[in-house]
T-cell receptor
Framework: DTAVSQTPKYLVTQMGNDKSIKCEQN?????MYWYKQDSKKFLKIMFS???????INETVPNRFSPKSPDKAHLNLHINSLELGDSAVYFC??????????????FGPGTRLTVL | QKEVEQDPGPLSVPEGAIVSLNCTYS??????FMWYRQYSRKGPELLMY????GNKEDGRFTAQVDKSSKYISLFIRDSQPSDSATYLC???????????FGAGTILRVKS
């Protein structure tokens, strides 16, 4: 199946732990994104990479560090998890940098719960 | 004030009704306007996009943009239970710029 995939789908962890979420797309796109969707369904961009280069970096705590080993992968590492980090994290991809009429294809999401 | 405002609903309608979903925005530089649909426990998927002002129709869906009022709408004709989802408006200034989403409106179509 051609798609954007994320692992894990669910992540439950304790405050203070470090965790990673992985994302892969096989659509041949050159741009990938991380979004955070809070409990009120508000979807907000965190990062965007184009050809492995960081091009969008919103006001996100330094505890969040994206890494793009190649165009098809964008991982998100979170240090010292806090209660407020509980949310659904979506990975997305597009052909070409963000903006305009370019469609973004979203993964199924990773539901992170911090206890 | 958020850049994009959207009533979260939920909006409940009977099957066959015409549905109107709306967003207002504050940034007059927005030029590209999109509607994404998100089913429960899934990622959003693009429904329609419109550039600048005007209407666009695709099957049962019509998107309208009124830049003078900073107001966009999505109309769904002959709504079906399968249309039950959260509808997110999204917009951006242009290429190379981030997509800004509304909070999403939950739509429930009852058979």
């Amino acid at each position: 199946d051609t798609a954007v995939s994320q692992t894990p789908k669910y992540l439950v962890t304790q405050m203070g732990n470090d965790k990673s979420i992985k994302c892969e797309q096989n659509l041949g796109h050159d741009t990938m994104y991380w979004y955070k969707q809070d409990s009120k369904k508000f979807l907000k961009i965190m990062f965007s990479y184009n050809n492995k280069e960081l091009i969008i970096n919103e006001t996100v705590p330094n505890r969040f560090s994206p890494k793009s080993p190649d165009k098809a992968h964008l991982n998100l590492h979170i240090n010292s998890l806090e209660l407020g980090d509980s949310a659904v994290y979506f990975c997305a991809s597009s052909q070409g940098a963000s903006g305009g009429a370019r469609e973004q294809f979203f993964g199924p999401g990773t539901r992170l719960t911090v206890l | 004030q958020k850049e994009v405002e959207q009533d979260p609903g939920p909006l409940s309608v009977p099957e066959g009704a015409i549905v109107s979903l709306n967003c207002t925005y504050s940034n007059s530089a927005f030029q590209y306007f999109m509607w994404y649909r998100q089913y429960s426990r899934k990622g959003p998927e693009l429904l329609m996009y419109t550039y600048s002002s005007g209407n666009k129709e695709d099957g049962r869906f019509t998107a309208q943009v009124d830049k003078s009022s900073k107001y966009i709408s999505l109309f769904i004709r002959d709504s079906q239970p399968s249309d039950s989802a959260t509808y997110l408006c999204a917009m951006n200034v242009g290429y190379g710029n981030k997509l800004v989403f509304g909070a999403g409106t939950i739509l429930r179509v009852k058979s």
